[in-house]
Nanobody
C-alpha cells in the first residue's frame, strides 16, 4: 500500500523557518517523483516544488524560489521541504504527493497524496 505522511508543520513567525518531511512507504523514490503542494483557506491548491526520481532535479514555484529547498533521502524514504524566510502568504496546509515518473512538474497530475500538515505564519 502506497502511503505518504507529512510532518513538521507548525506555527512560526514571519521570517522564520520550518522543515517539512514526507515519509513514504510502499514504493521507491527511485521511481516516483515527489511534489509539494499547499492550500490556503478559500484558495486553490498550488504547486510549490517537486523533485524528480531520476537525477533529483528540482522545480520551484516563482513565489518560493530562493526561500524553499526540496531534497530527498532515498535511504530513509523521505523527502524534505525546507521553508525559510516565511511570509504570512506561505501559510496553509502543505501536502506531498507522488507520481510514477522520472521527471517532475507541479503542473501535472499526481497519483498518491498525503494527509497534509498545517503551516501557520503569524505574529
Amino acid at each position: 500500500q502506497l502511503q505518504l505522511v507529512e510532518s513538521g508543520g507548525g506555527l512560526v513567525q514571519p521570517g522564520g523557518s520550518l522543515r517539512l518531511s514526507c515519509a513514504v512507504s510502499g514504493f521507491s523514490l527511485d521511481y516516483y517523483s515527489i511534489g509539494w503542494f499547499r492550500q490556503a483557506p478559500g484558495k486553490e491548491r498550488e504547486g510549490v516544488s517537486c523533485i524528480s526520481s531520476v537525477g533529483g532535479r528540482t522545480n520551484y514555484a516563482d513565489s518560493v524560489k530562493g526561500r524553499f529547498t526540496i531534497s530527498r533521502d532515498n535511504a530513509k524514504n523521505t523527502v524534505y521541504l525546507q521553508l525559510n524566510s516565511l511570509k504570512p502568504e506561505d501559510a496553509g496546509v502543505y501536502y506531498c504527493a507522488a507520481r510514477l515518473s522520472g521527471s517532475c512538474s507541479v503542473a501535472t497530475k499526481y497519483d498518491y497524496w498525503g494527509q497534509g500538515t498545517q503551516v501557520t505564519v503569524s505574529t
